[in-house]
């Protein structure tokens, strides 16, 4: 079912005409969709979208703006960003930071994968791990390596 177009108070002339003096793309876009309203050369959201080249949730957006605050408040809508976790707490990166100066320290990237997983329950994937402590942390995972036993004859 489709929802109804608020109802556009402003004239479509007066759209024109500021839509025409915008600088700003994204506002001249929008009330380029005000005015496809207020003219009556789209009736839908879909067919805006598809007439504008944007996705139709994008002029859903700025028409719930518009029925919220009006033409100010739709000018001004902005994308809300997702809210941003911080997975690695303080005192994982600490216990990390000193396990890994460790001399027998971890073998491999996965094992500080498992380590954080048991330990602080910090699930983080292989590459997020290996950027952490590779260019973050600046260390190596320290692991000692078997050594040929002719090598260790010489001695």
């Excluded at 876009?29 to 944007?54: F, P």
């Excluded at 396990?99 to 329950?121: C, M, T």
């Excluded at 699930?123 to 036993?149: C, D, F, I, N």
Aim: charged share 25%; proline share 6%; no cysteine.
């Amino acid at each position: 079912m489709r929802k109804a177009l608020p109802r556009i108070t402003e004239s479509a002339h007066e759209l024109q005409q500021r839509m025409k003096s915008e600088p700003d793309f994204k506002k001249r876009q929008r009330l380029h969709a005000l005015y496809l309203a207020a003219s009556g050369h789209a009736r839908h959201r879909q067919d805006i979208a598809a007439l504008l080249g944007v996705h139709r949730h994008s002029v859903a957006a700025w028409f719930k703006a518009y029925a919220e605050g009006g033409i100010d408040r739709a000018l001004s809508y902005q994308v809300p960003l997702p809210p941003v976790h911080q997975r690695m707490t303080a005192t994982a990166l600490t216990a990390l930071q000193e396990k890994l100066n460790d001399p027998h320290g971890f073998a491999g990237y996965h094992q500080i994968r498992v380590w954080l997983a048991e330990e602080h329950q910090v699930t983080l994937a292989y590459s997020s791990v290996h950027a952490l402590v590779r260019y973050k942390l600046h260390a190596k995972p320290k692991r000692p390596r078997p050594s040929h036993e002719k090598k260790a004859r010489k001695r």
